[in-house]
């Protein structure tokens, strides 16, 4: 995404994503980061901060994965009047095998090592995350959403 910050017109915004994946079972975490002249930085604020619980699953042979957010931080999701919450949310997504790794909403992933420690916090997120929205952790108490329609993969019948 490009900056809109006029100081810097040059910088590019991403999000590196990091996946461990245990049974079928995920966590999805998207840091912002961004590049300028070359250079990978992270940012404190800027970009949004996403997690997501989620798992693979298979229909009529077709690979595909389900997440929902559970954490986020300088994200904005829909609060308003007939907005549901948000942490409640599960989209689903197809899921392309390739030989190196996967692609998952036109982003690819494949396998690398993690450093110790941030495979423990990812681990213990995984562990202590239920896959399913249980309303201990409403996105934003103050406004008593409520949960989103249920979405599994019936959604996928034609």
């Known amino acids: 995404m490009p900056s809109e910050n006029p100081h810097e017109p040059d910088a590019q915004w991403f999000h590196e994503n ?3 994946v245990r049974s079928g079972e995920l966590i999805l975490d998207e840091l912002p980061l961004q590049i300028r002249a070359g250079e990978k930085s992270y940012s404190a604020s800027d970009g ?7 798992r693979f699953l298979i229909k009529n042979g077709r690979l595909y ?3 929902r957010p559970f954490m986020s931080d300088y994200f904005f999701f829909p609060a ?3 907005s549901c919450e948000a942490y409640s949310r599960v989209d689903i997504f197809p899921v392309k095998l390739t030989e190196k790794g996967f692609w998952i909403s036109g982003v690819f992933y494949q396998a690398q090592a ?3 420690d941030r495979l423990k ?3 213990s997120l995984l562990k202590s995350e239920p896959l399913a929205y249980d309303g201990q952790h409403p996105y934003m108490k103050k406004f008593h959403m409520p949960a989103c329609e249920p979405n ?7």
């Not at 599994?152 to 034609?158: M, T, Y």
Request: cysteine-free; glycine content about 14%; proline content about 7%.
């Open 121 to 123: 916090q990812m681990e």
């Open 48 to 54: 949004g901060f996403i997690t997501y619980r989620g």
């Open 114 to 116: 993690l450093a110790p």
């Open 65 to 67: 994965v389900s997440l």
């Open 80 to 82: 308003g009047p007939g």
């Open 152 to 158: 599994d993969l019936s959604v996928l019948d034609d």
């Open 18 to 20: 990091t996946m461990i």
